[in-house]
Every structure is written in C-alpha cells, then in structure tokens.
Nanobody, 129 residues
Framework: QVQVVESGGGLVQAGGSLRVSCAAS????????MAWFRQAPGKEREFVAA????????YYADSVKGRFAISKDNAKNMMYLQMNSLKPEDTAVYYC??????????????????????WGQGTQVTVSS
C-alpha cells in the first residue's frame, strides 16, 4: 500500500491562492486513486477533490468546483491541489488520501463514501477575511 504525506498549507487572505501537495511512497508501483478531503473544527470530514491514477479523470465537490484544480505527476509521485479564489469557508485541515484501484472512472458520491486505505497527517489551510 501507498503512504501519503501532505505539505504546503498556510495562511492566505481571502481571494488569494495556495497549492497544497501530497507525496506518495511505499506503493507507487501500484495504481491508485487519490483524493483530498478537509475537516473544519467541529465539522465532519468533507470530500474536496479526487483524481484517477492516470490523471485523466478528476472530480470535485460543488463547493470548490471552478476554484480548485487537482493534478498529479506520477513521475514524481506527487499530487497537488491548486486552490484559487479562496474563501474563509475553505479554512480546514486538508488531508490527502489514497486507495489501490485500477479503476479510472468514479462518481463523486462513491468517492466521498469510499473507505480510503491510506491517509496523510493533514496540513492546515487558513483563509483570513
């Protein structure tokens, strides 16, 4: 199985941009789907975005669609989440998740409910108003 770790969080003003990264290791010879989740204080973990192993298919929660962009670089074993037009509501701990899967096509509903096998420690993103 793959292990993942996030980085790149920080403090950003509303309307600004930030890119968080997820480094994968330990199982990178396998195909897997990767995703970003986030959790704000007092709230449940929320699906944000996901990307298929090849990177050809991406999925977004309605709350971030059009503002966030997920991407990956398999040669570097990296996944990224580019966050633009940030809002205070985006403030949360952002988690990287991965799960072995040869499947390239998913649904947002299935991804949000999926039990991902690997999780990162989280990186804090704070958006000031």
């Amino acid at each position: 199985q793959v292990q993942v770790v996030e980085s790149g969080g920080g403090l950003v003003q509303a309307g600004g941009s930030l890119r968080v990264s997820c480094a994968a290791s330990g199982g990178t010879s396998e195909r897997y789907v990767m995703a970003w989740f986030r959790q704000a204080p007092g709230k449940e973990r929320e699906f944000v975005a996901a990307i298929s192993w090849s990177g050809s298919s991406t999925y977004y929660a309605d709350s971030v669609k059009g503002r966030f962009a997920i991407s990956k670089d398999n040669a570097k074993n990296m996944m990224y989440l580019q966050m633009n037009s940030l809002k205070p509501e985006d403030t949360a701990v952002y988690y990287c998740a991965a799960d072995r899967s040869p499947t390239e096509y998913f649904t947002v509903i299935a991804l949000a409910r999926r039990k991902f096998a690997s999780w990162g420690q989280g990186t804090q993103v704070t958006v000031s108003s």
